[in-house]
């Protein structure tokens, strides 16, 4: 298997981390560390783009170029848009 992409922050280290690529380009990851409670979004070299600091747990979908963060017991939806590195916040009406 060849490494294609490294990431070394000693931060995370003993935390249970979550990570999705982007499907259709696949030119960023992102990455959920519980129990810190944020997201990283990373290029495909390696640099971050964008940082989310949400509460309790999180879980991420990825399709196209968005990015959507879900928090436990919130209904806001966190969308990230790689075209124009953009986050967004929308109320999904759910509890």
Known sequence: MKRVFTLSENSWSGSCLQYKWQKTVGNYLAVAVDPD????????HGQKV????LPGYVSIHNDGNIFAVIAEKSSSVYVWDANVNKTSQL?????
């Not at 409670?37 to 495909?44: G, L, M, P, S």
């Open 50 to 53: 964008n940082e989310l600091n």
């Open 91 to 95: 109320d999904s009406g759910m509890r």
């Open 37 to 44: 409670n944020f997201v990283k979004i990373y290029d495909r």
